[in-house]
């Protein structure tokens, strides 16, 4: 007897690989017959497993047709790029064969095509059923779409401008030209709209045309901003004008094409001069918004992501030495921009006036990167976790980060390759050398404090460790509400004890955060809205070449410019996590 009941108890926990497969053949065969001591166990697995086929095999259907939406939007801009470049290059470099009106035309052709589809967009694909179930709560922060308005804004008054110069030139222009700009306005005041409306939206219809619309969109601004950095013939035109006005009061005859009326052109020509750089950077932002947005095609989130109500708003929590030294270098930058500008606006700018600009840069620079040195160890010394969950618009902020710091930092190179090459020994050029060295430390060290802050968890999503630790190890029992309570509170009490206090090195990170976002606000401001000593010192432009430096300036400092402004949002968002 114990060994026939020890035999059936033994053989089934270990049946080889060949009796499974001869025992499923007469299992077929019987079909119905199959009694449930048989059937119990293989067919649950096998429905199951037949399930999870089934809807792997969707997974995978729906991410392949999204990976090939992806790729031929992004072979469709790259095809869009290619032909607007080869157009700019052959302008550039055998201006005989194809003129700047010829870009005009092919740019306005791509305005016109990005600008019906913006309006289908926002007609058509966004008002049908289910067309928008996400929203995405990290794309399109508002200081973000405050700069695409106020830059937008610029860029659309800089066209009136540049129609004010050429109306006022018509007898010896052509009258077709008056058609670019009015394009180009129309096309950038739909965009700046739509951008502002929709740039949280993860689109779930139509996903194939608005990944091809948003590259297309995303081409134009590209092309826009290669054309406004490479193009200097508006500004040739009005330095050729200058010259023969000079001439034509010294007595000597000119054929230039003069104004009719000096003072109005003189507006539009200040006018047009002062806001060139607010293009460029307008383009850089929508491209990478419209970035964001193709990313966000097809995307579902989750249902618990949304807007963050526990973030808690912007207060200074007691910080006094940061703002301070903050304010101190933001009075003392408009100062040092008011003399600059009042100086400019005469027919020379005297030396001491860039020994000013550029000895006002060597001062602060250091203390920037002296407190980013600290606060990123600071961040080695803290206690909270390194957020590691995937964040497309995190990642895209690094990005564009490191990308941005390429137009300072190259600036800056030339410009050290230029100075050591000619005359390093004279004050101006010392400081211009000092200036260009501390620009790339503290590009380097800024950049390493923001990404470091920007992959630490916000204390806002920190859970309490001794609460959660115990529902883990102790699941909440049923009539034990009086006991639940209890550990809530003590958990709250605990993490308003560790966290809401602030301890020193919240303090610290809080104090550099302030005082680095003033400095960048200031250092966004003095070239966004100013003449650039860069290009009026001369000492580059004489080494390089006028229209090689003039390239080199306009790649530059629009990126500069925006690496100012997306340091201030990331500084932020490092203030607020701290």
Request: net charge neutral; glycine share 8%.
């Amino acid at each position: 007897m114990p060994a026939q009941s020890s035999a059936p108890v033994e053989a089934p926990p270990t049946p080889s690989a060949e009796a499974q497969e001869t025992e499923a053949v007469p299992t077929k065969e019987d079909g119905g017959n199959v009694g449930p001591e048989e059937t119990g166990a293989p067919s649950l697995p096998q429905q199951k497993s037949w399930l999870v086929r089934h809807f792997s095999l969707l997974l995978r259907r729906d991410r392949q047709a999204q990976k090939a939406g992806q790729l031929f939007s992004g072979l469709l801009a790259l095809n869009v790029l290619f032909l607007g470049g080869a157009f700019i290059c052959s302008m550039i470099f055998n201006n005989v064969a194809v003129t700047l009106g010829d870009v005009w035309i092919l740019l306005a052709v791509l305005k016109a095509l990005s600008l019906l589809w913006l309006l289908y967009y926002t007609a058509v694909t966004t008002r049908r059923p289910h067309a928008v179930l996400h929203r995405d709560p990290h794309a399109g922060p508002i200081w973000v779409r405050g700069s695409l308005v106020l830059f937008g804004s610029c860029t659309i008054c800089l066209n009136i401008f540049r129609m004010g110069y050429d109306v006022s030139h018509i007898h010896c222009k052509s009258e077709l030209e008056l058609i670019f700009p009015v394009i180009e306005i129309m096309f950038m005041g739909v965009q700046t709209g739509v951008l502002w409306k929709h740039c949280k939206d993860c689109v779930q219809v139509q996903t194939n045309l608005t990944r091809c619309g948003l590259m297309l969109t995303l081409a134009t601004n590209l092309l826009l901003w290669v054309l406004a950095v490479t193009n200097d013939s508006m500004h040739r035109e009005i330095e050729a004008e200058l010259s023969a006005l000079m001439e034509k009061f010294s007595g000597n005859g000119t054929n230039t094409c003069l104004c009719l009326n000096a003072t109005v052109c003189e507006v539009f020509r200040k006018g047009y001069l002062m806001l060139y750089p607010f293009s460029t950077e307008y383009c850089l932002i929508c491209c990478a918004v419209l970035f964001v947005m193709w990313k966000n095609v097809g995307r579902r989130l989750a249902a618990h992501v949304g807007p963050h109500p526990s973030t808690p708003p912007f207060h200074l929590h007691g910080a006094i030495f940061g703002p301070l030294l903050g304010l101190l270098a933001l009075v003392a930058g408009v100062c040092v921009f008011v003399l600059f500008q009042i100086e400019a606006s005469g027919p020379a700018i005297a030396r001491q006036y860039f020994t000013l600009y550029y000895a006002f840069y060597v001062a602060v620079l250091p203390a920037m990167s002296l407190a980013c040195l600290a606060g990123t160890a600071i961040h080695g010394l803290e206690e909270r976790e390194l957020d590691t969950l995937k964040n497309p618009t995190r990642s895209l902020d690094v990005v564009l980060l490191m990308g941005a710091a390429l137009g300072q930092v190259g600036i800056a190179y030339f410009s050290i390759v230029a100075i050591v090459a000619t005359h390093p020994q004279e004050l101006l050029n010392r400081l211009i050398l000092a200036y260009s060295l501390l620009l790339i430390l503290q590009h380097i060290a800024q950049n390493l404090f923001i990404i470091e802050g920007l992959h630490r968890r916000p204390l806002w999503e920190v859970p309490p460790q001794g609460l959660a630790a115990k529902w883990e190890a102790e699941p909440p029992r049923r009539g034990s509400l009086l006991e639940l309570g209890q550990d809530l509170r003590r958990a709250s009490l605990a993490y308003i004890h560790s966290y809401s206090h602030l301890n020193w090195k919240r303090r610290m990170l809080k104090e550099i955060s302030l005082f680095l976002i003033l400095c960048n606000i200031t250092l966004w401001m003095m070239p966004a809205f100013g003449i650039h000593p860069e290009f009026e010192n001369g000492l580059e432009k004489d080494f390089y070449g006028y229209r090689t430096w003039f390239t080199i300036v306009n790649f530059g400092l629009p990126l500069g410019v925006f690496y100012r402004m997306h340091s201030v949002g990331g500084l932020v968002e490092v203030y607020l996590g701290a």
